[in-house]
């Protein structure tokens, strides 16, 4: 909880009552005072909770009879009431621990406003000989926690993690030194610090999703243990594993899905490649979760926050999350909003501890100037260029060249299919580029374009710019997101 922001922690109560409704006397048990939420709209849905329970017979307070007594009471406006009541109802994963929750904002309150202390103040006026430094220490004490209620991180804590990782008690993955699973990348990024936020920049079809799919891939090869979190508001759980398989089994996408659609069609060693992958992945140590469907951005940063404090609670590594893509949110939050979830996002890398790895479009100017992305075309907002603490650009010279003949990109230099990888900024090092071959069959960046004669037109069907069967998966539905914000 302590990760949680005092607004998160409110909702979290709110969401946990109209869940459980019955586990009220609880939450009143710990407090009852109508003012013990900051934030209007929740105060006012507490104090409609409040109303509803002492009213003797009255009605359960479920969203609907709590957003009709909110509104005939006044307390808010109906659209108001229905409009938090749709956010915190969809709050799940905290619809447990109603006491913890009420004890945490009483907790949050009393430390605020300093009334825990207000008997020994009292005490101290009228007797004289109270202990007035003990007095005065507790008073600075609160004082301290009401400019800074959050525990501080010690530099102390971390140089013992540094001995027992150089005296080698300390193995296996090392915070702040998260590798992508690119050695490349790796090289140049020297490390993902874990409260970065990482973008991964290029236009739709260039392969930001299959990147993403890589990356992930690559971390859980190198730490099965740890947990990943995956936000895709575009692609469905079973269609990312039966990506994450063909990138493992070497098997192409289009295959593992003909396996999978009948299994006794295809045999051999491709059918066998498959299940050696499903079951490896099925062998995952930590979790890769996956979230899909449409979500708001404080919805992403609510379930980040519960999965890193649960994680933390259980001793286990939370290695990064991936949010595919950013411009997603556009479809469910005001453009005026897109700002505000920029920012969201990377204060949370910072409470969290925990990498996000962000992907974005770029505009077309990349395109109409025919050169590489850079950071400053990231759609949606600015906020994007300040907050991204390291920026990875994919920039496909072929596809910036549609109308050019192979010949032609030949004798500029530019090879059908290959990729320029680069880090645009970063904060920590040096930037830089290295080239990656896109293989579309498996949908991954390799470093050799594969051989005609060995693979086959089949196996190379969807490698270069041309449209295949396989760029329906890359994320970005097309051009459907380009007219979000009119860039």
Request: net charge negative; hydrophobic share 35%; proline share 5%.
């Amino acid at each position: 909880m302590a990760t949680l922001s005092k607004h998160d922690i409110e909702e979290s109560l709110l969401s946990a009552l109209l869940h459980n409704p019955e586990s009220i006397p609880e939450a009143v048990s710990v407090c009852d005072d109508p003012d013990l939420m900051d934030e209007d709209t929740n105060r006012q849905l507490w104090k409609g909770i409040l109303d509803m329970y002492a009213a003797e017979n009255g009605p359960a307070p479920d969203p609907t009879s709590l957003m009709s007594h909110v509104s005939q009471r006044g307390y808010l406006t109906k659209d108001t009431a229905k409009e938090r009541l749709a956010r915190i109802v969809q709050l799940q994963e905290h619809a447990g621990n109603v006491e913890g929750w009420a004890e945490e904002l009483l907790g949050l309150k009393n430390r605020r406003d300093l009334r825990a202390l207000l008997p020994r103040v009292k005490s101290m006026i009228e007797d004289p000989e109270a202990d007035l430094d003990s007095i005065q220490k507790e008073m600075t004490d609160a004082m301290a926690e009401r400019h800074s209620i959050a525990e501080p991180a010690r530099a102390s804590n971390v140089a013992v993690s540094m001995l027992d990782r150089l005296d080698g008690k300390q193995v296996g993955y090392m915070p702040g030194n998260l590798k992508t699973g690119m050695p490349e990348l790796d090289n140049l990024i020297d490390g993902v610090m874990d409260t970065d936020l990482v973008g991964i920049l290029a236009r739709p079809k260039w392969g930001k999703t299959s990147f993403m799919v890589q990356m992930i891939v690559g971390q859980k090869l190198i730490y099965p243990e740890g947990h990943i979190d995956v936000f895709s508001m575009e692609m469905s759980e079973q269609r990312m594993t039966y990506r994450i398989v063909s990138q493992i089994s070497g098997v192409p996408y289009q295959t593992v899905k003909r396996v999978m659609r009948d299994p006794d069609e295809i045999g051999g060693e491709e059918k066998q490649a498959v299940r050696s992958a499903a079951e490896r992945v099925a062998g995952w140590e930590g979790e890769l979760r996956i979230y899909t469907g449409s979500m708001t951005p404080r919805q992403v940063c609510q379930i980040i926050r519960a999965n890193t404090t649960r994680d933390a609670a259980a001793e286990n590594d939370h290695l990064s999350v991936f949010i595919d893509n950013f411009q997603s949110f556009g479809k469910v939050v005001q453009r005026e909003q897109m700002e505000e979830a920029s920012s969201l996002i990377k204060d949370l890398t910072l409470d969290c501890e925990s990498p996000v790895f962000l992907l974005s479009q770029v505009n077309r100017n990349c395109v109409d100037q025919n050169r590489p992305p850079r950071i400053k075309d990231a759609k949606g907002t600015g906020q994007l260029e300040q907050d991204f603490d390291r920026a990875i650009t994919i920039d496909r010279p072929d596809m910036r060249n549609p109308h050019m003949s192979v010949d032609e990109l030949r004798s500029m230099g530019i090879r059908e299919g290959w990729a320029v990888i680069g880090l645009d900024k970063n904060r920590e090092g040096k930037e830089g580029t290295f080239e990656k071959y896109f293989h579309g069959p498996t949908m991954q960046f390799v470093d050799q374009e594969p051989e005609e004669s060995e693979a086959g037109d089949a196996m190379l069907a969807g490698a270069g710019r041309g449209p295949s069967e396989d760029d329906e998966v890359e994320t970005g539905s097309a051009e459907d997101a380009e007219d979000i914000f009119n860039v």
